[in-house]
């Protein structure tokens, strides 16, 4: 009796074993929830709906979004690092980075709570100005280093991407200028009235206003030149050192200890996604552009962007955020 007892409660503890397994195989088997801790139509959410929604088509499933904003998205971060486990929550969220080295105190831990998949991709930020305010980049960085303090910028608000990516050009530069920080979009009347000197931001939000000669496009902030401004020059052929890239992206995260062949199919339909013609002519349309990594590849990338953002805190002086 003993002997079966034993057999059973073996048969029985490997049964339960499997479950988390085959459930993990057949994952999706219903609507996966994604937190977008952002408002509606910024460049990470219409991204997110772009590939997610062929994603959904792939699997035979629905990703539902769901915008969260608030306390600089780290609420919507939030919710999904507290989520279950299984692959039915996740998260996209270009600013995690920025958050984690702008504020002292977070309720989850960034490396240890997330899982991070796969980048959408990455989309080049643009450095703007009035039109006729400066002859092109180096003519701002020389007024700026003549008279230091004086030029200002403007930002959607502390911590967001134009913040940093003017951070990250003005420490590079070595250059002091004063940040303007608004609230979402305003800050582009400011710019397109000339009562503010330059802007750094995501060229989607931008690029109309270019094209229309409202804004005159200095430099974009990337490795190579974008395909939606060709003429306009890069930080690096300006002149500025590689360090001055701000890298602003698109990803998408998991709980952490989401089981790894969930983590996987994810990355990989997102993968496939992204390599469909459909997808990828409405991402050019919006300037993002490829970013292929395998997991363990965006996982390392991740971390260390989290250190450089650190980094950028200190050496830009920004106040921590409570």
Partial sequence: MTRFLRQ???????????????????????????????????????????????????????????NRPGAGGTIGANVVAKSDPDGYAALVYGSLAAATALYSKLPFDTVNDFAPVVPFGQQPLAIVAP??????????LARARAKPGELNYASAGVGSAAHFGAARLTTSAGIQVQHVPFKGGDYFTEIIAGRVDFTVAPLTTLINLIRDGKVMALAVSAKTRSVLLPQVPTLIEAGLPPDSVYPFYSPVFLPAKTPRTIVEKLHDEVTRALATPSVQERLVKIGMEPMPMSVAEFQTFFRDDVAANIALVQAAKIPKQE
């Fill in 131 to 140: 039109p006729g305010r400066f002859k092109n980049l180096a003519d701002l």
């Fill in 8 to 66: 059973s409660a073996l048969t029985v503890s490997i049964a339960l074993g499997c479950v988390p397994i085959a459930q993990s195989q057949e994952w999706p088997t219903r609507e996966v929830s994604v937190v977008i801790p952002l408002p509606p139509g910024v460049a990470s959410d219409t991204t997110a709906r772009i590939v997610l929604e062929q994603v959904g088509r792939q699997v035979g499933q629905t990703f539902v979004i769901h």
